[in-house]
DNA sequence: GTGGGCGCGATTGCATGCAATGCATGCAAT
DNA sequence: ATTGCATGCATTGCATGCAATCGCGCCCAC
């Protein structure tokens, strides 16, 4: 469906930086752009605005520009349901639900998260990173959950990718996802969820101890 | 907007049991029904799909009946979400940012709540239960947490309406409407939260139990 | 020079036409 | 009788026309 393929492509557009925050769209630049008529466009458009990733201004929509206040809520949301996920992953690996193979993919991912964040392979990073924090929501399996953090996920990563910066201690970042892996892997799964939470947040001091240094 | 109208006006149908879940619906028997055009009829149908009302099936849509395991997938993660925004409110409040009326309106909602249920109006207790907790969110201040969490109860709302029946314990429920305020309103922020969510997973229990009664 | 008001033009929102699609129905053949 | 297929039709998805709207710029007055 053009409809979807227009929602699709334009939220990539947005979320690698092509049309950055505060960047003006309208229906008929868009259709231009994708070669489609105005109607698959408009409600692409309106779905990305339900998604949070652009909102309505005047005639046309710009890509949102998160504040740091709006951005602290987005990480207390995600913090609470990484918790959520981390505890669900936990507790189905106790059970027996996991299949081994999955546990081996995460730690592969973390390791290169690690490595690519080492090598100053920033945009590469945050794929990664999105990858390794995703697959333990796959874990949890959980759909609600699951769809909520892709939206949560999304308006960060627009958000900050502007301010990409490697991480003021990335052996720290990585430990973290070792902890959180390590208590997954054993079932821990009350300690998990305290790992994922204070992560979470712990990125979020970052990043803030970075705006503040820019 | 039309488009806007429709959006609502579909939504209230679906959520107060007009078109109960399972129920087919079309762009053209919409779009009668509400004597407009096809075309924001069409959208608002793709809104209510995301929001996850409603599913595409075949032709048209059908409003989305949620399985058991699916119901405990929300509760859980509505769970995890209520328990943050008891946790924001009762912090926001031992900062002395909440303004008192807004503590004697959820008082006078937990009252009123709790008569409802006791005297066995459910319509009107399913009601003012959900303002309950709303109102909590609300003074969470924390809008990505209260967007995320309407669309859980809109979810969860429109799964269980069609078994509205009393809590086997309606005290209890009430006792535990009476120890969140209490929390919060003492600025207790911790406890607020533990309380949020077992309360949420209490409800949920209480469906399931009386889901195997029936 | 600045502030306010007015008019024009771009852009949206809605309606409808048209073609494509997929489902249901019925018929035929085994 | 049951299964497979073909045909017709309801319904969707997209394109485009048209009217209403809103923003923007310009001009005038102060």
Redesign the pocket.
Known sequence: ?????AWSRLRELILDGTYPPGAR?????A?AALD????????A??ALTADGLVR?S????VVVALEPGDLDEAYQVRSALESLTAELAATRQREGRIAPADLVTLRDVATATANATADGRLAEAVVLNRRFHRLIAELAANTMALHALERIWDQIQVSTLRSLAPPSRPAHVSGQHEELLAAIAAGRAEEAARIARAHVLDTRAITHSEEAQA
């Open positions: 469906m053009q409809s979807d393929v769209l309208t229906e008929m630049e259709a489609m008529s105005r109607t698959p466009v408009r409600e458009l309106r309505p005047g005639r046309g929509v």
